[in-house]
């Protein structure tokens, strides 16, 4: 009887919890269903990201005293079961000890041989220095590592007379790695008065005493300050992925995210590790020529390496568009990308990315279509697919007449201002076609993710993916700029893929299988709700055949606990889940 009881009763708590999920606050009606965001406040950049003891966890930059930035920022922490749900835990640590006192700043985990995650991250000390401090679990078969202690031998790395490092740009220590000589490797991000980007690399035998080595693992001239780097091998031989130390039939990554840019920067590379020297195959980015993770919102990425399921995972701080005030006003302000796998391409020239597979456990209603013929000028509804806010769509593509395309002139060469030009569009026979989502019932409103096809001189064909905001809200106080990344494939030879997974204010697209990311923010005030609407679009002068198109709604995930209800025992997704 008493069984009984129990199960109805959570029969009744899931009922609930589905039925608060298909609800929408229309006072908040940008906060995301399945993007982690804290209940509320200023979050930036991912922090530590790791799996242990078969918990995920979470860190990030918090502040939780408001909706904007604060200098004594904290290391906000959420645990999770499958990276979809999340539950919220007490803040990891905040300022505290003379070398974190003015804020804990960026940085990131790594887990011991025996075991044990260790936290390097970033204090703002009592100098208003940036220094790296260590901080370590207080109960490590607490799988929930709730309680973190700082050691009293911080800080491990400090900026002197004799390193000149400067003070004010020396911070986001990278996950380490061990050596062939058995002494752990980290990196810090650093930049010289004439901005010389760094990789500062120190290393250490016990992980607490560290020492800078004689020169950077990589540094690039005019880049200026290289904050939250991140340095991981990638696999040649298939999509498997490697935890950090290894070696062996591996390329090299390193990521920096360049604040003069804003933007995340990555290269492949080689590591020689008897030198400590990481060399990229190709140029960096000073020349404009290396890849971004994102050609959108997104900056201060991490990876870490699930053993889990023997992959490396991607979080990405998509911060928000709108103006400050707006942000005060709603008590929030950003948003982590879905967390997306990341392994190396076949040409083994670019990384491809693509959502986690846990994001099938949100899929509801399915809407599939296969090929429908979109003609020259039509835009077909998506009819359907019952949460248009809250979807994921892979739809692809197959251009026939690819003779009929438009060259590509000599001086477009950069991809953002080609499909921020309007005047542009109406030369194109190719395109744009691809998908019109939050759309309000009148098109008043619409953000728009599409592909162009041209051609260059030399009878290649150039592949253009844009994600277009300007119609995106009425509300002209947000920044709209429209965003765009060359894709490289050969639209003779393979179909076109476009995957956006679509979450109120957040529009994450991965063209090409993952070979470019653009992602947006956007705030329509009619696209909301019930009124919103997803369409497939070709408004180039050929038609387009659509091959296949898959588009789910998805049900919230549990983020943070942040949907109450009334019975204070079905707050709890993990204790459910665990039944
Ligand atoms: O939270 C500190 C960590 O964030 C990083 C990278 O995002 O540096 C941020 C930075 O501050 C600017 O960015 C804030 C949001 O990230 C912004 O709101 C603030 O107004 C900016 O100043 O911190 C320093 C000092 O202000 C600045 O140079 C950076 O861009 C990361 O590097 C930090 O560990």
Known sequence: MGKTLLLLSLLLCSFIIDLEASRQDLNQPYRTGYHFQPPSNWMNDPNGPMVYKGIYHLFYQYNPYGAVWDVRIVWGHSTSLDLVNWTPQPPAFSPSQPSDINGCWSGSVTILPNGTPVILYTGIDQNKSQVQNVAVPVNISDPY?????????????????????????????????????GEWRVIVGSSTDDRRGLAVLYKSRDFFNWTQATKPLHHEDLTGMWECPDFFPVSITG???????????????????????????????????????????????QDGSAPRLDYGKFYASKTFYDDVKKRRILWGWVNESSPAKDDIEKGWSGLQSFPRKIWLGESGNELLQWPIEEIETLRETQVKWDNKVLKAGSTIQVHGVTAAQQ???????????????????????????????????????????????????????YTSVYFRIFKSNDTKYVVLMCSDQSRSSLNEENDKATFGAFVAIDPSQETLSLRTLID????????????????????????????????????????????????????????????VSPFSECEDSHSLNQY
């Open 504 to 563: 109120h204010s957040i529009v994450e697209s991965y063209g090409g299988g993952g070979k470019v990311c653009i992602t947006s923010r956007v705030y329509p005030k009619l696209a909301i709700g019930e009124n919103t609407n997803l369409f497939v679009f070709n408004k180039g002068t050929q038609s387009v055949d659509v091959l296949g198109l898959n588009a789910w709604s998805l049900k919230s995930a549990q983020i943070n606990g942040e949907r």
């Open 239 to 285: 999509t498997d992925c490697l935890e950090t130390s290894s070696f062996g039939e591996v390329k090299h990554v390193l990521k920096v995210s360049l604040i003069e840019t804003l933007h995340d920067y990555y290269t492949i590379g080689s590591y020689d590790r008897e030198k400590d020297v990481y060399v990229p195959d190709h140029g960096f980015v």
């Open 391 to 445: 979807a994921d769509v892979d739809v692809s593509f197959k251009v026939k007449d690819l003779e009929k395309a438009d060259v590509i002139e000599p001086s477009w060469t950069d991809p953002q201002k080609i499909c921020s030009e309007e005047d542009l569009s109406v030369k194109s026979g190719l395109g744009p076609f691809g998908l019109m989502v939050l759309t309000s019932n009148d098109m008043e409103e």
């Open 145 to 181: 590592l709730r309680e973190w202690s700082k050691s009293p031998a911080n800080p491990l790395m400090a900026p002197n007379a004799v390193n000149g490092i400067n003070p004010d740009r020396f911070r986001d220590p990278t996950t380490a790695w061990m050596g062939h000589d």
